[in-house]
């Protein structure tokens, strides 16, 4: 891979949606789901976005394969507890989607320090995992924001999230301790 530079168009979009998540974060705080959401969605096409342009512009830069995923998380996450925090997701949950990220990140930053840095790879779980969680963000935003009425959507991609969140950070973590052990 060429390295593009610091400034480029995809690096921009994705600071950009970086610099969304306090006013995410705000509007939730505000009660104003509604508009919140209109955040999330257009956070969620930026991310499709910058990543597109990267690759078709040959713009890719290590500064955006590292920013990249840092403003995905740091939207989910901050989604995840201020959604908590004004009662619409359980607290449970939110809890639960912070520790499987910080297990994680924690694992990678251990074995980088021990000289045993991790091959890297996603899997099919955790990509999974990944899309329930923003299915849900969305639509606690949307649904709560907009007052409508889907009996049992909620619940069911809650339970959803939580079971792929616990599943996937299980496998993650015996899979690094295969490898270590």
Same mark, same amino acid.
């Given at each position: ?10 690096n921009?979009?994705?600071f ?28 969620? &096409?930026?991310?499709? %976005?910058?990543?597109?342009? =990267?690759r #078709?512009?040959g713009t890719?830069?290590?500064? !955006? @394969?590292l $920013?990249?995923?840092?403003a ?11 959604l ?34 991790? &091959?890297?790879?996603? %899997?099919?779980?955790?990509? =999974?995992? #990944?899309?329930?969680q923003i299915?849900?963000? !969305? @639509?606690? $935003?949307?649904?709560v ?22 599943a ?14």
């Open positions: 891979m060429e390295e593009a530079g610091l400034f480029t168009l995809p921009a979009i994705t950009a949606r970086l610099c969304a998540v306090p006013a995410a974060i705000w509007l939730v705080l505000q009660h104003r789901l509604d508009l919140a959401f209109w955040v999330f969605v257009a956070a969620g &096409a930026s991310d499709g %976005i910058d990543g597109w342009l =990267a #078709t512009t890719r830069s290590r500064l !955006g @394969a $920013l990249d995923p840092v995905d998380k740091a939207l989910l996450v901050s989604m995840y507890v201020t908590a925090a004004i009662g619409v997701l359980p607290d449970w949950l939110a809890i639960l989607v912070v520790f499987r990220d910080l297990v994680i990140v924690g694992g990678v930053i251990v074995l980088y320090l021990l000289g045993q840095p991790p &091959a890297i790879q996603p %899997i099919l779980l955790s990509k =999974a995992n #990944t899309a329930l299915v849900l963000a !969305g @639509a606690v $935003l949307l649904v924001g907009y007052r409508l009425a889907l009996p049992g959507l909620i619940e069911v991609l809650q339970w959803l999230t939580m079971a792929t969140t616990i996937s950070g299980v496998v993650y973590v015996f899979r690094a301790a295969r490898r270590q052990g």
